[in-house]
């Protein structure tokens, strides 16, 4: 069965410093792999998508994640925080059956501290 | 155009009433989904509808029925509800089902208060 892990929970920065949101995958196959955030009130927004074209892959708001086969990683990262990065942060994979039924982590909420 | 749009944003119901949660997306998708979100969880899938078939009901209660008329609009029905069903309940679409490269898009939720 496909799974993906959070590793943080809560994550802090300062303003301008890099962010990396760390997200752990576990899958037999090639997978697709997603992250998504959520700010306060909202919906889920996507932000990138993995889906085996590149191994790096670039998103919105200057985002961009890294697919490592060999650490079954797909870790967030954005140079130099803003404060509207302030949000809940979701990593998430796509089931590979009909489907298409996505399973999340548990989320990493992010403070950005001015 | 990647537009999921929920209507109501916010509803608050007694125990006792009857309302829906109405969805629509004009992308174009086979796949719809409903999903609950508690506060501080990732989202929960309730109902999987493929090409305007149920194809998942994640042992929901049958106090929350679904429906899909057709292949833009779902709606989620609801009676007798709990207060802990008070969460966000979120919309999704999803292109073609069972093809690789596809990509899940959310409405902004419709905000449930049972009182």
């Known amino acids: 069965a496909q799974s993906v892990t959070q590793l943080d929970s809560h994550v802090s920065v300062s303003e301008g410093t890099p962010v990396l949101l760390r997200c752990n995958y576990s899958s037999s196959y090639s997978p697709s792999l997603f992250w998504y955030v959520q700010h306060p009130n909202k919906g889920l927004q996507l932000l990138l998508k993995?889906?085996?074209?590149?191994?790096l892959v670039k998103g919105i708001n200057g985002f961009e994640a890294e697919f490592k086969k060999s650490e079954t990683s797909f870790h967030l990262t954005k140079p130099s925080a803003h404060m509207s990065d302030a949000a809940e942060y979701f990593c998430g994979t796509l089931s590979t059956d009909s489907w298409g039924k996505l399973q999340f982590g548990a989320g990493t909420q992010v403070v950005v501290t001015p | 155009d990647t537009e999921v749009t929920q209507t109501p944003k916010h509803l608050v119901m007694g125990m006792t009433n009857k309302k829906s949660l109405k969805c629509e997306q004009h992308m174009g998708h086979r796949a719809m989904y409903w999903y609950k979100q508690k506060a501080k969880k990732p989202p929960e899938l309730m109902f999987v509808?493929?090409?305007?078939?149920?194809?998942i009901n994640e042992s929901v209660p049958s106090r929350f029925s679904p429906e899909c008329p057709n292949s833009s609009l779902l709606n989620l029905h609801l009676h007798a509800l709990q207060p802990e069903d008070s969460a966000l309940y979120l919309c999704a679409s999803m292109r073609t089902p069972g093809e690789g490269g596809n990509t899940i898009y959310f409405g902004e939720g419709s905000w449930l208060t049972v009182v």
């Open positions: 509808y493929s090409y305007e078939k149920l194809s």
């Open positions: 993995y889906t085996s074209a590149a191994t």
